[in-house]
């Protein structure tokens, strides 16, 4: 039996309009795909979001829902369009118009892993990539949709947090330039998902907590807050990027000796956040 694609954890009562999601903290690496995959499961691992649905365990507490990916990224990236097939890795697909992701290998079904790494050693089936996105990437999403739709009829507003973790070496640029290393970055489309309302308060708790922030560089959201985002609807989506060197050793993929006490400044940051989203939240969007 396929294992569930996600979790989902919702609150005793729901207290705000805020959606917390992790979609890409997935460890669920099963002995097929093991079978299939030329890399070996740490190597794997190296496009997962580790240990951020952990970091996420009390937001339920906060009286909002928790949705959490249990498919790998290397399986299935749920940050992708249904539609975004590779051909260099699927039977049977025509080129089309160019796509960055996919050139790179990171579509829905990606081909590599961090680094460029091939994944397969050779083609699959497009019934293969097609029982994935029935398997995994739509029951998440219907999920997603409906705890946003919810969440809007419940309190007139709904704010997607899409959690996620980058790279150390992500800022290395940034600090080269000498500039401030920033450890969070907030994605927003350049104001095209949220409105400015809910973005200043989301950048203005993590920096009263002592984080450094970014918008938009490098990483601006991707499909979820690009399809999820819809202020003048009042539906409202970020993508959350967290520097993996404040709580994990990225090289050994294991919590570092930070992860307890940045879980709990981090369990702050989302209790502010899950503020935003109670009844008073203007209902006029900008």
């Not at 749920?78 to 118009?97: F, Q």
């Not at 450094?212 to 202020?231: D, E, K, L, S």
């Not at 956040?273 to 969007?285: E, S, V």
């Amino acid at each position: 039996m396929r294992p569930a694609p996600y979790q989902l954890t919702m609150p005793e009562r729901r207290l705000t309009g805020v959606v917390f999601a992790s979609p890409h903290s997935g460890r669920d690496y099963s002995a097929s795909f093991l079978r299939e995959t030329i890399l070996d499961p740490r190597t794997l691992r190296s496009s997962e979001d580790a240990f951020v649905d952990d970091l996420l365990e009390g937001v339920p507490r906060l009286g909002a829902p928790l949705i959490v990916a249990r498919a790998p990224r290397a399986y299935i990236d749920l940050n992708r369009a249904a539609d975004e097939l590779d051909p260099a890795l699927i039977e049977g697909l025509r080129v089309s118009a160019h796509n960055p992701r996919i050139a790179s290998g990171l579509g829905v079904v990606p081909r590599v892993v961090a680094g460029g790494r091939a994944i397969y050693r050779g083609k699959m089936p497009l019934s293969e990539a097609e029982g994935r996105i029935e398997a995994c990437w739509r029951p998440y999403h219907t999920c997603l949709r409906e705890l946003m739709d919810s969440a809007q009829a419940i309190f007139g507003q709904a704010i997607l947090l899409d959690m996620h973790s980058m790279p150390h070496e992500a800022m290395d640029a940034v600090a080269v330039s000498g500039g401030r290393r920033p450890e969070i970055v907030l994605g927003d489309r350049f104001g095209a998902t949220a409105s400015s309302h809910v973005i200043d308060r989301v950048e203005a708790a993590f920096e009263a907590a002592g984080l450094r922030t970014m918008r938009n560089a490098p990483f601006a959201g991707a499909y979820i807050a690009q399809t999820y985002g819809r202020p003048s609807r009042g539906m409202h989506a970020i993508q959350i990027e967290m520097d993996r060197a404040l709580y994990m050793n990225e090289h050994e993929i294991r919590p570092n000796g930070n992860f307890l006490g940045f879980r709990r400044v981090l369990t702050g940051i989302l209790a502010q956040i899950a503020d935003i989203g109670r009844q008073d939240l203007p209902l006029a969007a900008e």
